[in-house]
């Protein structure tokens, strides 16, 4: 495959295009990408999952999968029922952190237009952390649904979650709304810890206008399924965490359904 738009009408059977974008790197943008769209799968969708992070491609290890054979590289790997695209399956562009700039926007246009998505509801899309030119491709390249922000309660966050929000905003990209990971703990007693202070997500969508779909907790065992190649919700499906992000799928799939169709206020940033 080389890097480039090609001209398979890769994206006409998919039904909503979501992208998950955030400020900061390390506030779980991957992860929720990961287990959001394993959770979609849970409510019956048929998902797609599309790993933009050129820089440093998440998805590999995140569902166990590995270098694929070039040859049937136009279409998406097949994994714990999604279908999977990451500039890491394809062994001899792996080196990410080599890429410029052009190469990066290059890369997210090949995805977008030489692969083989077929009949999907819905394409989840992990965006790179910041606002650069995988996020400008995307958007003026994909016909989102709109865009998701992914941020966490501490202030240094929530600060580039307002400029994630804002670089979406004058991409005309509509913003689903913003998802707040890393919300608590829950301790073996029961009791909720509120380790970074909780509500920053829900304040910022509030003065930005925009829907809060939800809070994530801290769970340990995130990092370790992340590493050995299955999101929490597919390894421990019964988990509270597992539980909070089925509810995040259900008002997710409800703002998709009302994405462009309703007026939410505008608020000055
Ligand atoms: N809710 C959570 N609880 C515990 N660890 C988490 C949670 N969300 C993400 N992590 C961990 O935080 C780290 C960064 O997450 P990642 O998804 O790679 O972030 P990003 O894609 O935004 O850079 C990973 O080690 C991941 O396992
Ligand atoms: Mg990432």
């Known amino acids: 495959m080389q890097p480039g738009p090609g001209n398979i009408p890769t994206l006409e059977g998919v039904r909503h295009i979501i992208a998950v974008g955030s400020g900061k790197g390390g506030v779980g943008k991957s992860t929720v990408s990961a287990n959001l769209a394993l959770a979609l799968h849970m409510h019956g969708q048929r998902v797609g999952l599309m790993d933009a992070d050129i820089y440093g491609p998440s998805m590999p290890m ?5 270098p694929v054979d070039p040859q049937i590289a136009n279409f998406p790997i097949e994994k714990h ?8 399956f ?13 190469m990066v926007a290059k890369w997210v246009a090949t995805f977008l237009t030489q692969i083989n998505w077929g009949e999907l509801d819905y394409l989840v899309i992990d965006l790179p952390p910041g606002t650069g030119d995988a996020q400008l491709t995307l958007c003026q390249t994909a016909p989102l649904t ?11 966050s ?19 709304g913003v998802i707040e990971n890393m919300s608590y703990f829950v301790g073996d007693d029961g009791k909720r810890y509120e380790i970074f202070r909780h509500g920053g997500g829900l304040k910022l969508a509030a003065e930005s206008g925009v829907r809060f779909l939800g809070n994530l907790p801290i769970d340990p065992r995130v990092a370790e399924c992340g590493d ?17 992000y089925l509810e995040l799928a259900t008002a997710i799939m409800d703002a998709a359904a009302k994405a462009g169709k309703e007026k939410l206020p505008e608020v000055a940033l």
């Open 62 to 66: 995140m569902m166990g999968l590995g």
């Open 81 to 88: 029922g999604l279908k999977i695209m990451s500039l890491g």
């Open 90 to 102: 394809l062994p001899d562009t792996g080196k990410g952190v080599l890429l410029r700039g052009p």
């Open 146 to 156: 709109g865009a998701i922000i992914v941020t966490t309660p501490q202030d240094v």
């Open 158 to 176: 929530l600060i580039d979650a307002v400029k994630a929000l804002n670089m979406f905003r004058q991409l005309k990209t509509p913003i689903l």
């Open 228 to 244: 050995a190649g299955e999101p929490i919700v597919s390894k421990f499906s019964d988990s509270p965490i597992a539980k909070s």
